[in-house]
C-alpha cells in the first residue's frame, strides 16, 4: 500500500520559514513525480510547486516563486518543502502528491496526481 508522510507544519509569524518533509512509503518513488498542494478553508486545492524524477525540473506556483523551494532525496524516498518569507495568505494545509505529469500545464491540475498525503497544517500569523 502506497502511502505518503507529511510533517513539518505548524506556526510561524509572517516573514519565517518552514520545511515540509513528505515520507513515501510503500514503494520507491525514484521514478515518480512529485509535487505539493495547498488547500485554504473554503477554497480549491491549489497548486505550489513539483518536480521531476527524470531531470529535476521544477515548477512553481506564481504565489511562492523566489520564497519556495522543492528538492527530493531519493535514497531517503522523501520530497521536501522550504518555505522562507512566510506570508499570511501561505495559511492552507499542506498536500504532498505522487505519480503526476512531468511538466505544465497539467502538473498543476490536481486530479492528474496520483497518490495523495493527509496533509499538514501550516498557519502563518501576521
Known amino acids: 500500500q502506497v502511502q505518503l508522510v507529511e510533517s513539518g507544519g505548524g506556526l510561524v509569524q509572517a516573514g519565517g520559514s518552514l520545511r515540509l518533509s513528505c515520507a513515501a512509503s510503500?514503494?520507491?518513488?525514484?521514478?515518480?513525480?512529485m509535487g505539493w498542494f495547498r488547500q485554504a478553508p473554503g477554497k480549491e486545492r491549489d497548486f505550489v510547486s513539483a518536480?521531476?524524477?527524470?531531470?529535476?525540473?521544477?515548477y512553481y506556483a506564481d504565489s511562492v516563486k523566489g520564497r519556495f523551494t522543492i528538492s527530493r532525496d531519493n535514497a531517503k524516498n522523501t520530497v521536501y518543502l522550504q518555505m522562507n518569507s512566510l506570508k499570511a495568505e501561505d495559511t492552507a494545509v499542506y498536500y504532498c502528491?505522487?505519480?503526476?505529469?512531468?511538466?505544465?500545464?497539467?502538473?498543476?491540475?490536481?486530479?492528474?496526481?496520483?497518490?495523495w498525503g493527509q496533509g499538514t497544517q501550516v498557519t502563518v500569523s501576521s
Open positions: 502528491a505522487a505519480d503526476g505529469p512531468s511538466r505544465p500545464p497539467l502538473v498543476a491540475t490536481p486530479t492528474m496526481w496520483d497518490y
Open positions: 510503500g514503494r520507491t518513488f525514484t521514478k515518480a513525480n
Open positions: 518536480i521531476t524524477w527524470t531531470d529535476g525540473s521544477t
